[in-house]
């Protein structure tokens, strides 16, 4: 349980700080970005 809530907080983060760069990050950084929070989710979903 304490995981899916450390894991809640990074999520966060990264929404966070996707939002406030959205219009400056180039469009491919950002699906790098999403692609590599889906491998981390499932990695971490599977553990």
Known sequence: ??????YKSILQ???NSIKKK???MPAKL???????LAVE???F???
């Not at 950002?30 to 590599?36: A, R």
């Open 22 to 24: 959205r219009w400056a």
């Open 1 to 6: 349980m304490e995981n899916k809530l450390i």
């Open 13 to 15: 983060r990264y929404y």
């Open 41 to 43: 989710f499932y990695l």
């Open 30 to 36: 950002l699906v790098n970005k999403l692609n590599l």
């Open 45 to 47: 979903t599977n553990k």
